[in-house]
T-cell receptor, first 116, second 116 residues
Framework: NAGVTQTPKFQVLKTGQSMTLQCAQD?????MSWYRQDPGMGLRLIHY???????DQGEVPNGYNVSRSTTEDFPLRLLSAAPSQTSVYFC???????????????FGPGTRLTVL | AQKVTQAQTEISVVEKEDVTLDCVYE???????LFWYKQPPSGELVFLIR??????QNEISGRYSWNFQKSTSSFNFTITASQVVDSAVYFC?????????????FGSGTRLQVQP
C-alpha cells in the first residue's frame, strides 16, 4: 500500500491563479480530510468527507472547494489563490468510527504552497 | 468546542538532558482521545501515541513517557536522555468521536532543539 499520497510536493502560484491539490489513498478509507499548517498555529481542518459524494466544512473552509467522486480521491481546489493561503497542506484518511471507537488517521507527506 | 494548548513555543536542551513538553486540553465530552505527533525537519507527521479518556495509565516507550491527568486536563510528554534526533516540532492533539467531523484539534506545537 502506498498509504496517503499528495501531489505536488511544492507549488508556487501567483495571486488569482487557481489550482488543485491532489490527495489519494489506497486503503479503502471512507473518511478523508484536509488540514493546513501555519507557523505557530498547528494544523487546522479545512474540509472533510465521510464518504464518496459527501463533504462538509471544517474550521477554515473559505477560499477552498472539495469534491469526493470516488473513495480513493479527495482533491482540494483553490479557485483564486491569495497570499493568505500560503501554507503547508496535509491530507489525512481513516476508517469510519463505530460508536465511540477511534481509527487512526493516516497523514500524507504534505504540499508546500506559496502564493505570491 | 475543543481546545489544545501547548504553552511552550520552543525548548532548547543539551543532549542527554530530560525534557517535558506540556499539553493542556479542553473539552466538555467525557469520551475523547489524545495524541502526540512528531514533525521532524523533513515535514511529515509521525504518530507517537494515542490515549483514550478512560485510560489514565501512564505509558513508557523507550525514552518516551506520557503522563495523562484528567484532574488537570493535561497530557504531558517526557523525553529522557534527549538526543539530537529528537529535534522536531511536537504536536498534541485531541479528537472527540461520535461527531461527523472526527477532526483532530491540534495545539500550536512545541519546537524542541537538542544541542549536541
Amino acid at each position: 500500500n502506498a498509504g496517503v499520497t499528495q501531489t505536488p510536493k511544492f507549488q508556487v502560484l501567483k495571486t488569482g491563479q487557481s489550482m488543485t491539490l491532489q490527495c489519494a489513498q489506497d486503503m479503502n478509507h471512507e473518511y478523508m480530510s484536509w488540514y493546513r499548517q501555519d507557523p505557530g498555529m498547528g494544523l487546522r481542518l479545512i474540509h472533510y468527507s465521510v464518504g464518496a459524494g459527501i463533504t462538509d466544512q471544517g474550521e477554515v473552509p473559505n477560499g477552498y472547494n472539495v469534491s469526493r467522486s470516488t473513495t480513493e480521491d479527495f482533491p482540494l481546489r483553490l479557485l483564486s489563490a491569495a497570499p493568505s493561503q500560503t501554507s503547508v497542506y496535509f491530507c489525512a484518511s481513516s476508517l469510519p468510527p463505530k460508536g465511540t471507537s477511534y481509527n487512526e488517521q493516516f497523514f500524507g507527506p504534505g504540499t508546500r504552497l506559496t502564493v505570491l | 468546542a475543543q481546545k489544545v494548548t501547548q504553552a511552550q513555543t520552543e525548548i532548547s536542551v543539551v543532549e542527554k538532558e530530560d525534557v517535558t513538553l506540556d499539553c493542556v486540553y479542553e473539552t466538555r465530552d467525557t469520551t475523547y482521545y489524545l495524541f502526540w505527533y512528531k514533525q521532524p525537519p523533513s515535514g511529515e507527521l509521525v504518530f507517537l501515541i494515542r490515549r483514550n479518556s478512560f485510560d489514565e495509565q501512564n505509558e513508557i516507550s523507550g525514552r518516551y513517557s506520557w503522563n495523562f491527568q484528567k484532574s488537570t486536563s493535561s497530557f504531558n510528554f517526557t523525553i529522557t536522555a534527549s538526543q539530537v534526533v529528537d529535534s522536531a516540532v511536537y504536536f498534541c492533539a485531541l479528537s472527540v468521536p461520535g461527531t461527523g467531523r472526527r477532526a483532530l484539534t491540534f495545539g500550536s506545537g512545541t519546537r524542541l532543539q537538542v544541542q549536541p
